[in-house]
């Protein structure tokens, strides 16, 4: 998967995508390849780090009743 953004991805596939851009990158020697890929696992990244975020507040806001406070 080299697509230019991560947007369709489900953060399972995000994932699985950026252990086997690692696992190339351990054995890269192509400069012009190891930049390519570089720049893909930051963009997947990046798309990891929006989803955890997304469903942290999402989960936050589940737990939280009407009054706000926290029900534990």
């Given at each position: 998967?080299?697509?230019a953004?991560?947007?369709n991805?489900t953060?399972?596939q ?8 690692v ?22 990244i990046?798309?990891c ?15 939280t009743d009407d009054s706000g406070?926290?029900?534990?």
């Amino acid at each position: 998967m080299s697509e230019a953004s991560a947007d369709n991805l489900t953060y399972f596939q995000a994932m699985t995508e950026l252990r086997e851009l690692v696992e190339r990158l351990s054995n890269e020697q192509d400069i012009d390849q190891l930049a390519k890929e570089v720049s893909r696992a930051k963009i997947l990244i990046d798309f990891c780090r929006s989803r955890i975020a997304s469903a942290e507040l999402e989960i936050n806001q589940i737990l939280t009743d009407d009054s706000g406070e926290e029900p534990f």
